[in-house]
């Protein structure tokens, strides 16, 4: 088995493990949802347009996270109550870690995209575009979660995940900020050798 196959195997027994007594049901089907939709959407093109090894990976690490986001909800994930405790932040920042992965996989995905279609060559607006897309994602997220606070009344509160911050919405766009950032100011170079080294269409 190549490691694509490893990952696979891997990801359907979080997925499972996910499922099994999660927090709550409502809650882990609107968190875990996203994961099975990207599995779909790389998965099924995957022999049409094979992205870089790096970006299946983030991919990857993405979808555990929200798995276990799921699982436990975002505001009760053990370790991040635990470090919340430790160092006094009054919160469980999971899904902080969430929201950054929310800019930094966009950016990743989409520059990637643009590049090897030759669509837009790296620089200032390929970045622009990356970057657009990925805070237009987050704000479209924030309002799936809005409908979801409106429109039921059992889970909503775990799946929003504010712990009683009122400029929650806000700061989870930031983080996805920054992680966009992050991935063009850290990554940028070292992704783009990664896309020099695959066949470009």
């Not at 027994?13 to 089907?29: E, G, Q």
């Not at 900020?177 to 170079?189: D, Q, S, V």
Request: hydrophobic letters at 50%; aromatic letters at 20%.
């Amino acid at each position: 088995m190549n490691r694509y196959h490893w990952m696979l195997i891997i990801f359907f027994i979080v997925l499972i493990w996910s499922a099994i007594n999660p927090y709550d049901y409502f809650t882990w089907f609107a968190e875990v949802i996203p994961g099975i939709i990207i599995l779909l959407i790389f998965g099924l093109t995957y022999k049409k347009h094979r992205f870089t090894d790096f970006t299946y990976y983030i991919l990857f690490a993405h979808c555990l996270l929200l798995f276990v986001g799921g699982h436990y909800t975002y505001a009760k994930v053990p370790l991040f109550t635990t470090l919340g405790e430790l160092l006094d932040t009054g919160r469980n920042s999971y899904d902080k870690i969430g929201h950054l992965f929310q800019g930094f996989t966009p950016v990743l995905v989409v520059r990637e995209f643009l590049i090897r279609k030759r669509i837009l060559k790296d620089g200032i607006w390929n970045s622009i575009f990356a970057i657009s897309v990925a805070l237009a994602f987050s704000a479209f997220y924030e309002i799936i979660e809005w409908f979801a606070a409106i429109s039921t009344s059992t889970g909503a509160e775990d799946f929003l995940g504010t712990q009683g911050y009122e400029w929650d919405t806000q700061a989870d766009m930031f983080w996805a900020l920054i992680g966009g950032l992050a991935m063009l100011l850290i990554f940028r170079k070292y992704h783009n050798r990664l896309i020099n080294r695959v066949d470009v269409p």
